[in-house]
């Protein structure tokens, strides 16, 4: 005596085999936030003491190569969930993870030093090399 399977079956237990067959094969999908020519630097972040925040202390990071200043902060900040404002018109950093620009000192504002050197270029503009050291300090 003959057993049937019936054609419900095969078909179910064929869409089975294709499904698994075809989610092994696939490959992973490449991260949005991977670099391609990256760099490292060392992010700091001096908060003014009577914020109550910890600073970031020489925070290796990378980077994509020529990225400017303004990139990396945006990009660190935004890994980090740290919230960065930003004046759009002249491109120039307002505000750090809540400390805003004359939020605790009427004159003093987020400026930044690279290798210890306060620059004066537009964040938008300076271009970090490899192995540098950017540092966020909030000063007159």
């Given at each position: 005596m003959k057993k049937r399977i019936p054609a419900g079956l095969i078909i179910c237990a064929?869409?089975?085999i294709l499904l698994f067959t075809a989610?092994?094969?696939?490959?992973?999908?490449?991260?949005?936030?991977?670099?391609?020519?990256?760099?490292?630097?060392?992010?700091?972040?001096?908060?003014?003491e009577r914020a109550g925040i910890d600073d970031v202390e020489n925070a290796e990071f990378k980077i994509e190569e020529n990225s400017t200043v303004m990139d990396a902060i945006q990009l660190y900040c935004n890994v980090n969930d740290m919230e960065l404002t930003v004046e759009t018109t002249g491109a120039s950093?307002?505000?750090?993870?809540?400390?805003?620009?004359?939020?605790?000192?009427?004159?003093?504002?987020w400026q930044y030093k690279i290798n210890g050197q306060l620059c004066s270029e537009k964040e938008s503009e300076k271009k970090l090399e490899d192995g540098d050291a950017l540092e966020w300090v909030y000063q007159k």
């Open positions: 064929l869409s089975v989610v092994a094969c696939q490959e992973e999908p490449e991260e949005e936030t991977d670099i391609v020519n990256p760099i490292e630097i060392t992010i700091s972040v001096d908060y003014p950093v307002e505000g750090i993870n809540g400390v805003e620009n004359g939020d605790y000192f009427a004159k003093r504002t």
